[in-house]
């Protein structure tokens, strides 16, 4: 462990003290790996949220403290990039290509229907942490576009009902 308990601010240890486990130990990992490195940071916090799924601040408490960089440099870091989920954590991901491809082919439709089914905007999850949605620049799905992803699982050519659909399913 990289963290020296006496040295540490009560506060956050009780941030760490709320981690699992098993995740902890995949972000202690990362942290002795990427020690030092330029692009530790980027590399990290990637790391940390495959592991948690979002970025929970005693995560990120955690990075800092490890790759040894300002708590106001990470924090930064992780609410400029909007691919990096401070809010958290979601039970399920819905994410809509919004891109030119899909576009043409309705997606348009497809964010009308997730805003209105799941009553929040994109980059919101809902209140009682069934879904995250977000629209994405693209899913790799370009030719069975409109596109969408839940839970990383693609689906092609959806139309707005069959979206209603599989939002209502999501527990
Ligand atoms: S443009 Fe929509 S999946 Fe690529």
Redesign the pocket.
Known sequence: MPFDKDEILPQVQTLFDALEPKKLQELDHAIARWKGKPTALMQVMHVAQEAFTWLPEGALERIARGLDLPRAQVFGFATFYDHFYTDGPARNTLRV?K?I??HLRGAGELIEAAQQELGIEPGKITKDGRVRFECVS?????DG?P?VSINDEPHHEVAPEDLRKLIKALK
Not at 138 to 142: A, D, E, N, S, T
């Open positions: 290509c891109s491809s899909c693209c899913l790799g799905q370009c576009g596109a």
